[in-house]
């Protein structure tokens, strides 16, 4: 037997409330950084390309001529490739012509 009620332990609507809110919160906060790393990726992509594209028309301006290859890019204009991270397909077709210069994200990256 006891000397004083004893209360159920049944939560208070506020404190019910209050965990929900910080479940919605902490889910929209974790949603916005993955979001923010996305975009951070497609901008490192963005400037690569950007990088590759300046280099073959100072190269043009400069040598009169498009560079042959993506290793002359490399060499020649200090454009780094991170090759675990990028795939750049660089398509030169005649000697003339501006090469078609694309930007691929390898998987799990």
Known sequence: ??????KKCIPAPGIILTVILFAVV???LYGQIKNMSGEVGQSDKDMLKDALENAVVTCYAIEGRYPESL????EHYGVKIDREKYFVDYEKNLINMKPQISVYTIEGQ
């Open 1 to 6: 037997m006891h000397l004083y009620k004893t």
């Open 26 to 28: 902490a889910g929209l």
């Open 71 to 74: 290793e002359y890019i490399e």
